[in-house]
């Protein structure tokens, strides 16, 4: 329709965001954008990259604390069950954005306005 061309101003919500803020950076026409970053979405596993990195290895350490806390309802000590649950979860709400950080700063000069 070439309508982007005449745009001032994208507004976006959600998974769309992270497309309109590239389409943003994006120095070209849309066609250009749209074949750039469907050939990167074709080539990129986003499931393996986070699995296999530090931020997946920390998320499984978390999933792993939680299910281990279960082991308590099957020894002599099942009371302490509630305490492991409401101790993992403290530690996460307190330090989730140490443990699982999902975005990092930019150091680009560039601003984009949503």
Known sequence: ???????????TISGGSIT???????????????????NKLQKKNVIKNLL???LGLRLLLVVLL????FWFLFT????????AIAVILFAVLKYQF?????SK??????????
Do not use: Q, R
């Open 1 to 11: 329709m070439n309508i982007l061309a005449n745009a001032d101003v994208i507004s």
């Open 20 to 38: 309109g803020a590239a389409y943003c950076c994006h120095t070209g026409d849309f066609g250009s954008f749209y074949t750039d970053l469907y």
């Open 52 to 54: 296999l990195s530090w």
């Open 66 to 69: 939680l299910l281990a806390s």
């Open 76 to 83: 002599p000590y099942p009371w302490l069950f509630p305490i």
């Open 98 to 102: 140490s443990i699982l950080p999902i």
């Open 105 to 114: 700063e930019s150091k680009a000069s560039t601003t984009v306005f949503l």
